[in-house]
Nanobody, 124 residues
Framework: QVQLVESGGGLVQTGDSLRLSCAASGRTFSSYAMGWFRQAPGKERDFVAHITRVGTSTYYADSVKGRFTISRDNVKNTVYLQMNSLKPEDTAVYYC?????????????????WGQGTQVTVSS
């Protein structure tokens, strides 16, 4: 089992950057593929990005491709989401999630472990 804690959210202006972090407990972080999802007020939780357990492959939602970068440090047990050129429509609570194994997916139901979320607000 893994426990996840996100940090790094905040209030920024359009065009600014933020880096989210998700720290995982336990000694087997490298056994988990990781994903970032987000949920805007009144909307469903949506896929943002995912990364395989050793970081060799990443995948992004079309809405963030070219602006966001997911990465991980298996020594520090942390996954990151670098967000550049932020837009008001990126405003949401951002969650990291973990699933055992190498293959990450875009399906929210494939991830049994979730953090508590961190708020990102982008003002226009």
């Amino acid at each position: 089992q893994v426990q996840l804690v996100e940090s790094g959210g905040g209030l920024v202006q359009t065009g600014d950057s933020l880096r989210l972090s998700c720290a995982a407990s336990g000694r087997t972080f490298s056994s988990y593929a990781m994903g970032w999802f987000r949920q805007a007020p009144g909307k469903e939780r949506d896929f943002v990005a995912h990364i395989t357990r050793v970081g060799t492959s990443t995948y992004y939602a079309d809405s963030v491709k070219g602006r966001f970068t997911i990465s991980r440090d298996n020594v520090k047990n942390t996954v990151y989401l670098q967000m550049n050129s932020l837009k008001p429509e990126d405003t949401a609570v951002y969650y990291c999630a973990a699933r055992l194994g190498n293959y990450a997916t875009t399906n929210i139901n494939d991830y049994p472990y979730w953090g508590q979320g961190t708020q990102v607000t982008v003002s226009s």
